[in-house]
């Protein structure tokens, strides 16, 4: 369960830094159930779901600045 826990805080860890572009502070397992993140304590399915959370606006964000670019090499170009 350790390398659950691992696993799951390394994608929050990822999913964190490439929204932010930097790492949290703080993110440590307490136990197989419980983790910290930046002085928050939390499950460790509520870390899952934040990271989820994390990704999709990620994505968001990716995908108005690909519209963005087109919409900048159209008028560029057009």
Not at 70 to 75: D, E, G, M, R, T
Request: charged letters at 30%; zero cysteines.
């Amino acid at each position: 369960m350790v390398l659950e826990s691992e696993r799951v805080m390394q994608n929050y860890v990822d999913a964190y830094n490439r929204l932010y572009n930097r790492v949290p502070q703080d993110i440590r397992a307490l136990d197989k159930e419980w983790v910290i993140v930046n002085g928050a304590r939390m499950r460790l399915g509520e870390l899952e779901y934040l990271t989820q959370q994390m990704q999709l606006e990620y994505q968001q964000v990716r995908d108005e600045r690909k519209t963005v670019l087109s919409k900048l090499i159209k008028w560029f170009t057009g």
